[in-house]
């Protein structure tokens, strides 16, 4: 029987005990014997998580808020959060960004947090498809995906424990979704625990304002949203920390761009 995690199965492993896989018609750890379930060839290593986990999920997995991310909500949302109202940072400069900084090692190149797919074409285009593993914990979000990437593959997953062996992959780029979750620190060791040695990171986030007025309307945007800004340094002690070197830093407004990579042994 064909698996469905096709010829990337190799790389992922219960995201739960880190176990190899039995292959099948749904995956099941060796070890703990849990199965994962496969819904029109998407294999959910998050079963247990559902649209009522929290307010965030719940916004993610609507239909009418997935159907306007790319075409609205999404510009007006970097608009905001970048303080990007003189348009420096664009779609086409994101795509240049991974053009000039995404350099895979050998292996898998994982799309984390891909949200409805705009960059993972972006991605498939620089990599090619069969690299490419998209992941989301939005079930919405990838069936929008899917639906623009037909022949791309999709696992729903958690960032923060991912279903990927140790040193499995040759890249991971995580854009526009860093400030979303709960724990990032935690979702970047689990990159650096993924990476394989020369392996690269890019990441599009946010940066925190000195200013105090738009200071006051990142925290509450934090604190009402669950978006949160980040401090340069910050970012680079927890890159360290997990690992990995800081290879560039930037970005306009407050966009911040970064790559990281982990050292090659």
């Known amino acids: 029987m064909t698996s469905?995690?096709?010829?990337?199965?190799?790389?992922?492993?219960?995201?739960?005990c880190r176990a190899k896989l039995r292959e099948g018609a749904e995956p099941t750890c060796s070890q703990c014997g849990t199965a994962f379930p496969v819904q029109d060839g998407v294999v959910d290593f998050v079963p247990e998580l559902n649209a009522s986990t929290n307010v965030s999920q719940a916004i993610l997995e609507?239909?009418?808020f997935v159907a306007l991310y790319e075409p609205l909500i999404r510009v007006n949302f970097v608009r905001l959060m970048a303080r990007n109202f003189n348009g420096a940072l664009t779609p086409e400069l994101e795509d240049a960004y991974l053009q000039k900084h995404l350099r895979p090692v050998d292996g898998p190149v994982l799309d984390l947090a891909c949200g409805a797919g705009r960059w993972t074409r972006t991605l498939a285009e620089l990599v090619g498809l069969e690299r490419l593993i998209a992941l989301d914990l939005s079930?919405?979000?990838?069936?929008?995906?899917k639906e623009a990437l037909p022949h791309a593959?999709?696992?729903?997953?958690?960032?923060?424990?991912?279903?990927?062996?140790?040193?499995?992959?040759?890249?991971?780029?995580?854009?526009?979704s860093l400030q979303l979750l709960p724990d990032p620190p935690q979702a970047l060791r689990e990159v650096a625990r993924c990476l394989r040695p020369g392996g690269v990171f890019t990441c599009f986030t946010y940066r925190r304002t000195r200013e105090p007025l738009y200071g006051y309307f990142q925290s509450t945007f934090a604190r009402n949203g669950g978006v949160r800004p980040f401090d340069e340094e910050e970012l680079r002690q927890w890159l360290t920390q997990a690992g990995l070197v800081v290879d560039d830093l930037g970005g306009p407004?407050?966009?911040?761009?970064?790559?990281?990579?982990?050292?090659?042994?």
């Open 153 to 176: 593959f999709f696992v729903r997953g958690n960032a923060q424990q991912l279903p990927l062996a140790d040193a499995s992959l040759g890249a991971v780029s995580c854009w526009n």
């Open 253 to 265: 407004n407050l966009a911040l761009l970064f790559t990281a990579r982990k050292p090659a042994a």
């Open 4 to 16: 469905p995690l096709q010829a990337h199965a190799l790389a992922f492993v219960c995201p739960r």
């Open 139 to 145: 079930r919405a979000m990838l069936d929008a995906a």
């Open 62 to 64: 609507n239909p009418m």
